[in-house]
């Protein structure tokens, strides 16, 4: 897949490091933008694109891997590579239990990182195809009268029409001309269709 569209964000206080790993990116066709600190790079306009962070575990202030706490907190979900001259075994475990991509001791193989951004990169459009896909559902759903989301929940929920009838006092044709409008709206090939996009409204609603 062509990454022409995507940014790889590099944050490291060692400007050698940000250079060396910025001309790495840019032989490999990728496009980089390198900041010394975290607070360049929170309060720098990224464009919205495919992306992932190749950041520093020891930075002036916070740490790297504090600042990824903090992404997940502030709502940034951008995948992250973790590269470090001072790695152990505590560091990599809670790095990669909260999501990390990678953890790369320096100095690292340039292939490594590569392959770790391919990865991070694919994750990301991954996510991004998703979310767009849940908002179209959400925008679908948005147009349904009170009365085809209520029939629509209790078709969710496993109620044949005449069941549904019964709990609503309509009649089964009121029921049809409703459920059909639901699957139309929700452009629904199926019953487990339908199922399926109420699952992904609900799990975004919950988040």
């Given at each position: ?89 505590p560091m990599t475990r809670r790095a990669m239990k909260a999501g990390a991509i990678e953890f790369l001791t320096k100095p ?100």
């Open positions: 897949m062509a990454n022409m569209d995507a940014v790889i964000y590099v944050v490291d206080d060692d400007l050698s490091v940000r250079e060396a790993v910025s001309n790495l990116l840019a032989s490999a066709g990728l496009h980089a933008q390198a900041f010394a600190s975290t607070e360049e790079f929170l309060e720098a306009n990224r464009p919205d694109a495919p992306s992932c962070l190749v950041l520093d575990v020891k930075l002036p202030g916070i740490s790297g891997l504090d600042f990824q706490e903090h992404l997940d907190k502030i709502g940034l979900p951008i995948p992250i590579i973790f590269i470090t001259a001072h790695g152990d075994i690292f193989q340039k292939e490594e990182l590569l392959a770790a951004i391919h990865q991070a990169l694919e994750r990301d459009r991954k996510r991004r195809a998703e979310q767009e896909a849940v908002s179209g559902l959400q925008s679908r759903f948005e147009k349904l009268t009170s009365r085809e989301r209520e029939i629509m929940d209790l078709v969710v929920a496993g109620l044949l029409n005449k069941q549904i009838a019964s709990e609503l006092s309509l009649s089964e044709v009121t029921v049809k001309f409703h459920r059909g409008h639901v699957m139309q709206k929700m452009q629904a090939a199926s019953l487990p269709e339908l199922v399926r996009m109420c699952e992904k409204l609900k799990a975004r609603s919950q988040r």
